[in-house]
């Protein structure tokens, strides 16, 4: 095939490399033998993690889908290159994850659910979509915070009513996406742009300048969410970053006091706009759990009383079925015989990716879950930087965990493709190239 290079050095693909030597010479290898294809595999992944965060599913699914096929044409090429791959732990926990799912459909009350379940962990084939070409992170990194800065500029139209544009039935700027995504991708990309502030000596004055921008329209873009999960992981992970990067880098302390200060001072400044709006939603949370569990409580009605149901009826379907769960896509039907009518579509899943989890797979689908995030947070903390954005990264997995506790992020698949992306920026032995922007 003309497009194809000869290259006389061809690396040994058995046993697996055990070192980042060994895995670079092989994605070198890769590159060598097929450059057209590793340039179009980078357009597709940027373009990937562009729509993941800026696009409704329609258009992230479509290229997704054109990715998957562009990685399976170039698989008899350039395979070599993902032998190493067999010796990563993680990945061996998402297989084990998808098995022990899909072994559970035999005993499952509802096994076409169970499928739709199963469908939705088609995108923890995105780290081995995205591994030929994971030195170029910090460009997939960029095209994320475009597309989540494109976002909050739809979430201004919608603020001023421009070009048609409103926002949702309850005053909520949700963009394209339901607020709570939008929520966890605004506080994803305020990890990245924290990361890139405090390890952004030398940086351009216009890569500052972008850096400054995009923060403050995330952390806005935020707040008008109204979605508190994410609210509640921000004010954990943000003061938790600047104190952890300082710590970890004597280097970067000033500019992260400088950071702190400035944002500090901006929330003082801006609590006359935001205050009322965001004491409302707490109030209404607080609200809403006194009447459910306060004294004289039972009233699950309320938008959160659904969800403190759906975790009740969750953490009582595991003591009835603590081993095997009630099969993938059990949940729903097991909530109607527990007396729990489902009044809408999301009465099918839990609200908690954890509190699901122990409902339909019981124990050992829990004891998976907790497992994949613990290892994916002790990968990204030990994982090297490779480049301003690599501190953040670590912070957006800790920020997905915690929404995911008010979520089911997993049966989502821009949730379920932002954690996915995530786990690949962390890849052991990947290539890596030195960037800054």
């Not at 009740?312 to 896509?329: D, I, K, N, Q, Y």
Request: proline share 5%.
């Amino acid at each position: 095939m003309p497009w194809l290079r000869a290259v006389s050095t061809r690396p040994d693909a058995w046993p697996p490399p055990g070192d980042s030597q060994g895995a670079a010479a092989s994605l070198r290898y890769a590159r060598q033998r097929d450059p057209i294809g590793d340039t179009l595999q980078t357009l597709l992944v940027t373009l990937y993690v562009l729509t993941l965060a800026l696009a409704g599913t329609t258009a992230k699914d479509v290229v997704w889908a054109t990715l998957a096929t562009c990685a399976m044409v170039r698989f008899p090429i350039i395979w070599r290159c993902y032998s190493v791959l067999l010796r990563d732990p993680l990945l061996w926990l998402f297989v084990a994850w998808a098995a022990w799912r899909t072994l559970s459909l035999v005993w499952s009350a509802d096994r076409a659910a169970g499928f739709e379940e199963l469908g939705a962990a088609r995108v923890l084939l995105t780290p081995l979509m995205m591994w030929p070409v994971l030195d170029r992170a910090s460009l997939f990194i960029r095209a994320f915070l475009v597309g989540v800065l494109g976002h909050n500029l739809v979430q201004l139209a919608q603020s001023l009513h421009w070009l048609g544009m409103e926002p949702d039935i309850n005053g909520r700027l949700n963009g394209f996406l339901h607020p709570i995504q939008l929520g966890a991708l605004c506080l994803t990309a305020m990890c990245w742009y924290i990361s890139a502030l405090v390890n952004g000596a030398g940086a351009r004055r216009v890569a500052i300048t972008w850096w400054v921008t995009g923060l403050a329209a995330a952390t806005a873009g935020l707040i008008f969410t109204g979605s508190r999960g994410p609210w509640v992981a921000a004010a954990v992970i943000v003061p938790l970053a600047l104190i952890v990067m300082a710590v970890r880098r004597p280097a970067t302390r000033r500019a992260a006091a400088i950071v702190a200060v400035v944002g500090i001072a901006t929330v003082t400044v801006t609590l006359p706009w935001t205050g009322n709006y965001v004491r409302g939603r707490i109030d209404q949370a607080v609200g809403d759990v006194n009447a459910a569990w306060g004294s004289g409580g039972g009233d699950f009605s309320t938008d959160v009383g659904k969800r403190l149901a759906r975790w009740e009826g969750a953490w009582r379907l595991l003591l009835a079925h603590p081993f095997t769960g009630t099969g993938a896509g059990g949940y729903g039907r097991a909530m109607q015989e527990l007396g729990y009518a489902p009044v809408t579509a999301l009465d099918h899943h839990a609200h908690s990716v954890v509190m699901h989890e122990a409902a339909v797979l019981g124990l050992p689908g829990v004891l998976i879950t907790l497992a994949i995030g613990t290892l994916g947070l002790k990968r990204a903390w030990s994982d090297p930087p490779g480049d301003r954005y690599a501190d953040g990264t670590f912070f957006v997995l800790v920020g997905w965990l915690v929404g995911a506790l008010f979520d089911c992020y997993h049966f989502n698949g821009t949730m379920f493709g932002l954690f996915t992306v995530a786990v690949a920026l962390t890849m052991p032995y990947r290539g890596r190239l030195k960037q800054h922007g």
